[in-house]
């Protein structure tokens, strides 16, 4: 058998097994949208995420459900209706395969930022205790509060007159779990 003829035989099955089309594309979502999280009370709520490009996307939250295609890039998009604050409830992404997510409360979203360096407690750090944080904390009314924490990630360096520290980037916003406590570090009161 001519040369040519075999290189046609053995780069056809290659192309095919490395066409990007052979396999099935599952739905995605960024991590932003995940369990435990709060979603804005009274607004309307966007889910959106990534699929194979026409995929039908279906979205179920709280008796409501809204359907999408993945555009020609996998691209979606879904607004479902405003809801008034409550929960704990259930978000659902069904497509070729499903995710389901818990948890999911829908209250006041806020943002605050600042440095590395100034988060703090309420009960203060040891041996800097706040003055009467103990009667604030026991007689704390507002038991659906909240506290969300942004991770941090050491994956780019940043460097100052102290030397090289992690850099910190916002990976996801979510609703710390109720039974998490962290604990202060050295580097809380550096």
């Known amino acids: 058998m001519p040369i040519h003829i075999?290189?046609?035989?053995?780069?056809?099955?290659?192309?095919?097994?490395?066409?990007?089309?052979?396999g099935k594309c599952e739905v995605r979502l960024p991590g932003i949208l995940s369990s435990h999280m709060v979603l804005q009370r009274d607004r309307p709520i966007h889910i959106w995420g990534?699929?194979?490009?026409?995929?039908k996307v279906a979205v179920a939250f709280h008796g409501t459900s809204r359907d999408t295609l993945g555009d020609r890039?996998?691209?979606?998009?879904?607004?479902?209706?405003?809801?008034?604050?409550?929960?704990?409830?259930?978000?659902?992404?069904?497509?070729?395969?499903?995710?389901?997510?818990?948890?999911?409360l829908i209250g006041d979203?806020?943002?605050a930022s600042g440095q590395p360096n100034m988060e703090m407690p309420l009960k203060g750090f040891p041996g800097a205790p706040l003055k009467d944080s103990?009667?604030?904390i026991a007689h704390a009314g507002q038991p659906a509060s909240l506290r969300f924490d942004c991770s941090?990630?050491?994956?780019r360096p940043r460097t100052s007159r102290?030397?090289?520290?992690p850099h910190p980037g916002l990976h996801?916003?979510?609703r710390r779990p109720p039974t998490s406590r962290r604990r202060p570090t050295s580097s809380d009161v550096s």
């Open 50 to 55: 990534w699929s194979d490009p026409g995929e």
């Open 109 to 111: 979203v806020w943002f």
């Open 73 to 104: 890039l996998g691209n979606w998009s879904v607004f479902l209706p405003p809801e008034a604050a409550g929960g704990p409830y259930q978000l659902t992404v069904t497509s070729s395969n499903k995710i389901v997510l818990d948890d999911v």
């Open 6 to 22: 075999t290189l046609r035989i053995l780069a056809l099955p290659l192309l095919l097994a490395c066409h990007p089309s052979n």
């Open 152 to 155: 941090t990630s050491p994956t």
């Open 134 to 136: 103990a009667e604030e």
């Open 172 to 174: 996801a916003l979510r």
């Open 162 to 165: 102290f030397g090289t520290a």
